[in-house]
């Protein structure tokens, strides 16, 4: 089938922007031979559609990982940059904002200032812990922390994922007080993580004490990438772990 009489993607993009809510039923009613040729092209939808029949040499890729699997928005604004949220947090661009927001102490203000409000408004303090049923709540969790992991000799009659529990707070412990030692360059975030050499697993399965498998000889920062490359797999020998425990108390 020939279509002779089609618009041209400027008059079309006209169209579209001087009637945004009547498009279809003008575009289908007056011009049908432009309705039945954009509904043989690709899309979910005739706004979608119509961008493509106006667009057909745009680049769609995710401007972080490159992938070709973006969202439609809407005709005026096209598809999406970005393919998931995941990219777009991890993005240059939201990384730089992130850097000028923290490295800007009036927008900081600006933003604690607008948090204390809203925290007012909603709890009549500056913060929801700063209320008394706040600080109960807070003291009452924090007993039970205590309770449930002060014990650190051992596995101790723990299940796994109690055990794991208990390493994971322990570690946060000795990273606060060993960090210069595990993390000289400071690096720790998202994309770098504390990793246990001998891992926690082998750790449970060896009835490793918690406060020898969470020292700081087993603890170094790695990507996050290798990390979960790594899995649950021990680079280093029960005895080296033993070994490095005690060379380093």
């Known amino acids: 089938m020939l279509f002779t009489n089609l ?27 432009l309705f039945s040729f954009v509904k043989t092209m690709h899309g979910s939808s ?18 972080h990982c490159g992938s070709n699997d973006l969202s439609y ?19 240059d661009a939201c990384r730089h904002g992130r850097e ?10 600006k933003r604690k200032d607008k948090a204390e409000k ?23 969790h924090n007993k039970k922390i205590k309770e449930r992991f002060n014990d650190t000799s051992g596995v101790g ?15 946060n412990l000795v990273y606060k007080e060993f960090g210069h030692i595990i993390d000289p360059d400071n690096i720790r975030s998202k994309e770098w993580v504390i990793d246990h050499i001998f891992s926690i697993r082998d750790g ?16 170094k920062i790695i990507s996050k990438t290798d990390n979960s490359s790594k899995n649950c797999r021990s680079n280093k020998t029960l005895e080296q772990l033993y070994e490095d425990f005690y060379s380093s108390s």
């Open 7 to 33: 618009l041209t993607p400027s008059e079309v993009i006209a169209l579209v922007t001087t009637n945004k809510l009547g498009y279809y039923r003008l575009i289908k009613n007056k011009y049908p031979e």
């Open 46 to 63: 005739l706004s979608e559609q119509l961008y493509n029949y106006c667009y057909p040499d745009e680049v769609r890729q995710c401007l």
């Open 73 to 91: 928005q809407e005709f005026t604004t096209g598809y999406k940059k970005y393919c998931s949220t995941r990219c777009v947090s991890l993005s």
């Open 100 to 109: 000028e927001l923290l490295n800007d102490p009036i927008r900081m203000k």
């Open 118 to 140: 809203t925290n007012m408004e909603r709890y009549g303090a500056v913060s929801w812990w700063a209320r008394p049923d706040g600080r109960v709540w807070l003291d009452s």
């Open 157 to 171: 009659g723990r299940t796994r994922k109690q055990y794991t529990a208990a390493c994971r707070h322990r570690t």
């Open 204 to 219: 449970f399965s060896n009835n490793v004490p918690i406060d020898i498998i969470c020292h700081h000889s087993n603890l």
